[in-house]
T-cell receptor, first 114, second 112 residues
Framework: AQKVTQAQTEISVVEKEDVTLDCVYETRDTTYYLFWYKQPPSGELVFLIRRNSFDEQNEISGRYSWNFQKSTSSFNFTITASQVVDSAVYFCALRDYNTDKLIFGTGTRLQVFP | DTGVSQDPRHKITKRGQNVTFRCDPISEHNRLYWYRQTLGQGPEFLTYFQNEAQLEKSRLLSDRFSAERPKGSFSTLEIQRTEQGDSAMYLC??????????FGPGTRLLVL
């Protein structure tokens, strides 16, 4: 079965702290895509990154970085020097290769306090 | 360039009533998806279209739910005889095949 697990339900940090959000996935597919989305209080899911299973290179975009490790089936997301505007629920998702649907984890609520 | 839009943004209805939601995808996207999100959970896939063809439906989509995309552009999701358990956020997303799905703002449904 295909599954995404985000074990951290809620994380609270103080501004400027670094924070890592964990994501573990299960799939039998050899080719797959992983995603991270951000959901602010307004409710809209905002796309952050897509990663192909063949590309294990880590990626950095400004204060955001992602660590993809096939050996441990993990795709973790780190925010460096967190800001209050980073407060949101973050979802990790796996795309089913055959059907194209996204399978989401339960999300991690991040609260950044000033 | 506009993103995915959904209407209405909020809907309150009484149990037993029918409701219809609309989704307008990004114009060049031929795939359109519907998801449902309940409180504290991640979105769950309901159905998707490629152009006007409905290619997959989840088991979550009971007989009371129907989705259409008649001209391959906008889509509607109708829920008949609403139940309190239908209260959720209904999210629409669009993409080109095998590309990233971009989501709309969602429709929050409350069934009293």
């Amino acid at each position: 079965a295909q599954k995404v697990t985000q074990a951290q339900t809620e994380i609270s940090v103080v501004e400027k702290e670094d924070v890592t959000l964990d994501c573990v996935y299960e799939t039998r597919d050899t080719t797959y895509y992983l995603f991270w989305y951000k959901q602010p209080p307004s409710g809209e899911l905002v796309f952050l990154i897509r990663r192909n299973s063949f590309d294990e290179q880590n990626e950095i975009s400004g204060r955001y970085s992602w660590n993809f490790q096939k050996s441990t089936s993990s795709f973790n997301f780190t925010i460096t020097a967190s800001q209050v505007v980073d407060s949101a629920v973050y979802f990790c998702a796996l795309r089913d290769y055959n059907t194209d649907k996204l399978i989401f984890g339960t999300g991690t609520r991040l609260q950044v306090f000033p | 360039d506009t993103g995915v839009s959904q209407d209405p943004r909020h809907k309150i209805t009484k149990r037993g009533q029918n409701v219809t939601f609309r989704c307008d995808p990004i114009s060049e996207h031929n795939r359109l998806y519907w998801y449902r999100q309940t409180l504290g959970q991640g979105p769950e896939f309901l159905t998707y279209f490629q152009n006007e063809a409905q290619l997959e439906k989840s088991r979550l989509l009971s007989d009371r739910f129907s989705a259409e995309r008649p001209k391959g552009s906008f889509s509607t999701l109708e829920i008949q005889r609403t139940e309190q358990g239908d209260s959720a956020m209904y999210l629409c997303a669009s993409s080109t095949p095998e590309e990233t799905q971009y989501f709309g703002p969602g429709t929050r449904l409350l069934v009293l």
